[in-house]
């Protein structure tokens, strides 16, 4: 069964000295600020469609990666997962870096990363933004 998950956004004013509200109507969450600063610049507090990416990023691949590791027997007691997203003010986003940590018993090094590496392919996040480059650093605690 498909599932539909909605956020808004009311813009004011011009790019560079305007500001916004991000709703997150499914979940209800809340309202987060974004203004362009805060998104080519520094953060002070307020939120970016990068950051955005980054936490559907992580927490897309922790779940792939959880349920590509139980699969083959191997449950994860914890996954770290971070997703830096790089963006170009005039290019735009021209990188995406996973970095995952992991404690799973019972797997060896190279077995953990070749399961990061498949759950970097095929997390349903890494498929929507396959038009970007996505590097992986993994290891076990």
Known sequence: ?????TAHTVWNGNLKKGSGEI??????IGTQSVTWASRAEEPNGRTSPEEL???????????ALSNGLD??????????TQADVVLQPGTGI???HITVEGEVPGIDEAAFVAAA???????????ALSGTTITLTAKLS
Request: glycine fraction near 6%; hydrophobic fraction near 35%; aromatic fraction near 4%.
């Open 23 to 28: 709703t997150f109507d499914s979940s209800g």
């Open 71 to 80: 699969s083959a027997g191997k449950p994860p007691t914890r996954l770290t």
């Open 53 to 63: 990416i980054a936490a559907a990023h992580s927490s897309c691949f922790s779940m």
């Open 117 to 127: 590496e498949e759950a970097k392919a095929n997390c349903p996040v890494s498929q």
């Open 94 to 96: 021209t990188g995406i």
């Open 1 to 5: 069964m498909a599932t539909t998950r």
